[in-house]
Nanobody, 123 residues
Framework: QLQLVESGGGLVQPGGSLRLSCAAS????????IGWFRQAPGKEREGVLC????????RYADSVKGRFTVSKDNANNTVYLQMNSLKPEDTAIYYC????????????????WGHGTQVTVSS
């Protein structure tokens, strides 16, 4: 059974950091790109960052430039989203999603989705 499970969300103060994890099971990340998406209350889901099967990162949201990075650990079949200098506007449910090999911006191109993890940035 192919599955993605996000973890690491929570409540953090502005300026703080969180690291989200996306653990894959039932398939290997050697052949899949993982995209991170987020959906804030009342807004459409948007792409944040993506990492290809070869480890190349792509940023889709200008608002996270210089603050968020994506990495992968093939040995543990896990992708990480490191979020630094968090702002209240980063509050959202964060999802990871998988598609074969390369990153694309469109969420409809992703085959497998996790259930999401809540990130709340507030003082």
């Amino acid at each position: 059974q192919l599955q993605l499970v996000e973890s690491g969300g929570g409540l953090v103060q502005p300026g703080g950091s969180l690291r989200l994890s996306c653990a894959a099971s039932g398939f290997t990340l050697d052949y899949y790109a993982i995209g991170w998406f987020r959906q804030a209350p009342g807004k459409e889901r948007e792409g944040v960052l993506c990492i290809s099967s070869s480890g190349a990162g792509t940023r889709y949201a200008d608002s996270v430039k210089g603050r968020f990075t994506v990495s992968k650990d093939n040995a543990n079949n896990t992708v990480y989203l490191q979020m630094n200098s968090l702002k209240p506007e980063d509050t959202a449910i964060y999802y990871c999603a998988a598609r074969r090999f390369i990153c694309v911006r469109s969420e409809s191109a992703y085959t497998y989705w996790g259930h999401g993890t809540q990130v709340t940035v507030s003082s």
